[in-house]
C-alpha cells in the first residue's frame, strides 16, 4: 500500500497549484480519501476530504478556493489549489481511509510567498 503526493512548490500570493496522489496497492474506490498539512509551528489540519461517494468537506478556511477531486479508475486523488495565500503554506499530505484504517503518503511543500 502506497501514497504518493506531488505537486508542491513554490508559488506567488493569488496563485494555483495542483496537487496529486498516486495511490498504488489497493481499489480506491471503497476508501474515503483527504489531504491533510501541517504549517510550520502548528498543529496538522484537514483541509479536504472526499468519500466513496464522492461527497466533499473542507476546513473554511480553504472553502471556494480549493477543489478535492478523485478518479478512482487512475487510482488518484488530486487537489486544486487557488487563490492561494501565505497562511496555505505547508506541507501537505494525502491519506486514505477505511473502517477506521489510515493509509498516509509522504508529503509535498507548497510555499507561497508574499
Known amino acids: 500500500v502506497q501514497l504518493q503526493a506531488s505537486g508542491g512548490g513554490l508559488v506567488q500570493t493569488g496563485g494555483s497549484l495542483r496537487l496529486s496522489c498516486a495511490v498504488t496497492g489497493f481499489s480506491l474506490r471503497y476508501y474515503g480519501v483527504g489531504w491533510v498539512r501541517r504549517a510550520p509551528g502548528k498543529a496538522r489540519e484537514g483541509v479536504a476530504c472526499i468519500s466513496s461517494d464522492h461527497k466533499t468537506n473542507y476546513v473554511d478556511s480553504v472553502q471556494g478556493r480549493f477543489t478535492i477531486s478523485r478518479d478512482n479508475a487512475r487510482k488518484r486523488v488530486y487537489l486544486q489549489m487557488n487563490s492561494l495565500k501565505p497562511e496555505d503554506t505547508a506541507v501537505y499530505y494525502c491519506?486514505?481511509?477505511?473502517?477506521?484504517?489510515?493509509?498516509w503518503g509522504q508529503g509535498t511543500l507548497v510555499t507561497v510567498s508574499s
Open positions: 491519506n486514505a481511509e477505511r473502517s477506521g484504517i489510515y493509509y
